[in-house]
């Protein structure tokens, strides 16, 4: 759960618009946002970038390059790497 003040892209454009930027860098299988688990969108890591949406799309950004279809790692070994990486630092993301 973040614990700074977040902003919805409902509230600022700025917002909305790195929103949309990076996520049209993902993956079509990423496309449906799915809210932090039992805690809804304000507590989403990407929510906790939003008092700076020129950070938010740049760090975003950086992670659906990274998805790239043309890359040779699968969603599914993305998806381990992801649950190792949170496991590990004990983080419910």
Same mark, same amino acid.
């Not at 618009?17 to 993956?27: E, F, H, N, T, V």
């Given at each position: 759960? &973040?614990? @700074?003040?977040?902003?919805?892209?409902?509230?600022?454009?700025?917002?909305?618009?790195?929103?949309?930027?990076?996520?049209?860098? /993902?993956?079509?299988?990423?496309? &449906?946002?799915v809210?932090?688990?039992?805690?809804g969108?304000?507590?989403? @890591? =990407?929510?906790?970038?939003?008092? @700076?949406?020129?950070?938010?799309?740049?760090?975003?950004? &950086?992670?659906?390059?990274?998805?790239?279809?043309?890359?040779?790692?699968?969603?599914?070994?993305?998806?381990?790497?992801? =649950?190792?990486?949170?496991? &590990?630092?004990?983080?419910? /993301?």
């Amino acid at each position: 759960m &973040t614990w @700074i003040k977040t902003v919805s892209m409902d509230d600022d454009p700025l917002v909305a618009q790195a929103m949309l930027k990076q996520r049209a860098l /993902y993956p079509v299988e990423y496309s &449906t946002p799915v809210p932090a688990v039992d805690r809804g969108a304000e507590a989403s @890591i =990407t929510a906790s970038h939003s008092l @700076i949406p020129d950070a938010l799309f740049h760090a975003f950004a &950086t992670f659906g390059a990274l998805l790239s279809p043309d890359l040779p790692l699968r969603r599914d070994q993305h998806e381990m790497i992801a =649950t190792m990486v949170s496991v &590990t630092n004990r983080c419910h /993301y």
